[in-house]
């Protein structure tokens, strides 16, 4: 069993940044996928960022496109979300997931593992 544990949500004004961490135990992200999802309150989880674990090869929602980077420490077993230029929209709880798919998985019922998620607020 895999456990993911997310870090580095909290409060910052619009225009900042934030940076997310998840680390795993119980395995290794060897031939897996990670993928940050987030939902704001009354709406549908959504993918925000994923990461194929071998190559790297990354996907990011268009409204992050630019401002948000999602990069893999192979030694540590983490997986980080580096969030810029910040905007009231981007506030949600953010989750660190996991898919034994070693393939960008789009929706969330594709992945097998799931943190407990951090908040991110973003103030204007």
């Known amino acids: 069993q895999v456990q993911l544990a997310e870090s580095g949500g909290g409060l910052v004004q619009a225009g900042g940044s934030l940076r997310l961490s998840c680390s795993a135990s119980?395995?290794?992200?060897?031939?897996?996928?990670m993928g940050w999802f987030r939902q704001a309150p009354g709406k549908e989880r959504e993918l925000v960022s994923s990461?194929?674990?071998?190559?790297?090869?990354?996907y990011y929602t268009d409204s992050v496109k630019g401002r948000f980077s999602i990069s893999r420490d192979i030694r540590k077993n983490t997986v980080h979300l580096q969030m810029n230029s910040l905007e009231p929209e981007d506030t949600a709880v953010y989750y660190c997931a996991g898919t034994r798919m070693d393939a960008i998985a789009i929706q969330s019922y594709e992945y097998d593992y799931w943190g407990q998620g951090t908040q991110v607020t973003v103030s204007s």
């Open positions: 990461i194929r674990w071998s190559g790297g090869s990354t």
């Open positions: 119980g395995r290794t992200f060897s031939g897996v996928a």
